[in-house]
């Protein structure tokens, strides 16, 4: 089946899928710029009743067919998604509009700045090195995944508030909306293939977590991937300095390589690896086996745990030059202050000589 | 009333899999070769 035939099969029998309630509502399928200015296809299904609609995007799910998946289980899959975030009753617009009733549901999402030149251009977003950051709405989260609505220019317009409030806000709800998982590599493979092995072979999960322990490759213990969790958008995570500082607690300073935008991989600097080696092995994952929607990075940044700074590889030695040419800089204005000093010192000495006729001014002058 | 449009943001099982592995298999190339440099040194 063609990629297009599968939109159309799904606009059509989206609502066979559904309950009764959803047979008269409008279904359309919206062509919309997502993250690395993909441009991906959402199904909208509206009703009456609702003024919310969830948006699905169809191009994952036709992966699933090109594995082998029949269409009606996918149509089933996505019929199950739409319900679990469907809201079956109008919700006060100001729930979005009014910056006091969604500050505690801000959250923030890390992409690539330059490959997002359309998707960024009607949004507020900040800027770490060649990343953006772009702020949302966290309407709800399930075990399938998040619902969220984008802070656009128009909206943040209506919350009278600064970038960097609104910045400060996402990363002060990070916790309690989006906590991070820091784990081994092992780890996290060894879970996914067990959450598999429960379900095929019908045992419990700390069985299914052995026995995926001993179909693991051998991976070495150097490697964590970092990530929230619904691993959903959870490179964000490395914007959280405590996070980091946690980090370099358990393995110093680190690399931290942009696996999607669903998460980053850290590796100890003293690992010994080359940042060259890694930058080399980041490009080939990102070509081969990384989605272009999910893409978040070439490059490998690297935290310096003492300064709180997360900056790219391979501006670390005109980082280290420019920080050279501060202390040099703070050094000589520090020498020329000292110099004034002496100074006013010299003359607040002559002037003690001679009669008090208006110091006050004579000390500006000499300043 | 103003229509109001939610994103649902899933990930893929399968395409997190493929570049874990990928990540594992190289950096577990590095390791050895890292090892072997430090032991190549140490002989020195």
Redesign the interface.
């Known amino acids: 089946m063609e990629y297009r035939d599968f939109v159309e099969q799904v606009k059509e029998q989206i609502q066979d899928f559904l309950p009764e309630k959803f047979a008269d509502a409008a279904v359309e399928v919206n062509q919309i710029v997502k993250n690395n200015d993909c441009v991906l296809d959402g199904l909208m299904v509206r009703t009456e009743e609702s003024n919310i609609a969830p948006t699905i995007y169809l191009n994952p799910y036709f992966e699933q067919i090109q594995d082998g998946a029949e269409l009606d289980d996918v149509l089933a899959q996505i019929a199950s998604v739409y319900q679990s975030h469907y809201i079956d009753h109008d919700i006060d617009v100001s729930a979005v509009t009014d910056f006091d009733k969604i500050k505690e549901k801000i959250v923030c999402k890390l992409i690539n700045e330059e490959a997002n030149q359309q998707f960024l251009q009607d949004k507020p977003y900040s800027k770490l090195e060649d990343l953006a950051v772009v702020y949302q709405i966290l309407m709800d989260k399930t075990g399938e995944g998040t619902a969220t609505i984008t802070i656009t220019d128009n909206l943040m317009d209506g919350y009278g508030i600064t970038l960097e409030e609104l910045h400060d806000q996402a990363l002060q709800n990070m916790d309690t909306l989006q906590p991070h998982s820091f784990k081994g590599m092992n780890e996290t493979v060894a879970e996914m293939i067990a959450v598999d092995i429960a379900r095929e072979q019908n045992v419990g999960m700390d069985e299914a977590k052995e026995m995926a322990m001993q179909m693991m490759p051998d991976i070495p213990d150097t490697m964590f991937v970092l990530t929230n969790d619904t691993k959903v958008y959870g490179a964000a995570a490395i914007l959280n300095d405590d996070i980091r500082q946690e980090i370099a607690e358990k393995v110093g300073d680190f690399y931290m390589l942009p696996s999607s935008i669903h998460e980053t991989l850290i590796i100890p600097k003293d690992a010994g690896m080359e940042f060259k080696e890694l930058e080399q092995m980041v490009q080939e994952v990102n070509q081969t086996q990384v989605a272009p929607g999910e893409r978040l990075s070439d490059h490998v940044y690297e935290y310096d745990a003492k300064e709180h700074e997360l900056f790219r590889s391979d501006r670390a030695e005109e980082r280290a030059k420019q920080k050279e040419e501060k202390r040099d800089n703070r050094h000589e204005r520090v020498s020329v202050k000292e110099k004034l000093a002496e100074k006013k010192d010299a003359v607040i000495k002559m002037n003690a000589g001679k009669e008090h006729s208006a110091p006050e001014k004579k000390k500006e002058a000499v300043i | 009333?103003?229509?109001?449009?939610?994103?649902?943001?899933?990930?893929?099982?399968?395409?997190?899999?493929?570049?874990?592995?990928?990540?594992?298999?190289?950096?577990?190339k590095?390791?050895d070769k890292?090892?072997n440099?430090?032991k190549k040194g140490e002989k020195k």
């Open positions: 009333m103003k229509q109001l449009e939610k994103e649902i943001n899933v990930t893929s099982q399968r395409n997190m899999m493929k570049r874990y592995q990928m990540y594992g298999a190289t950096v577990s590095l390791t890292s090892q440099d430090t």
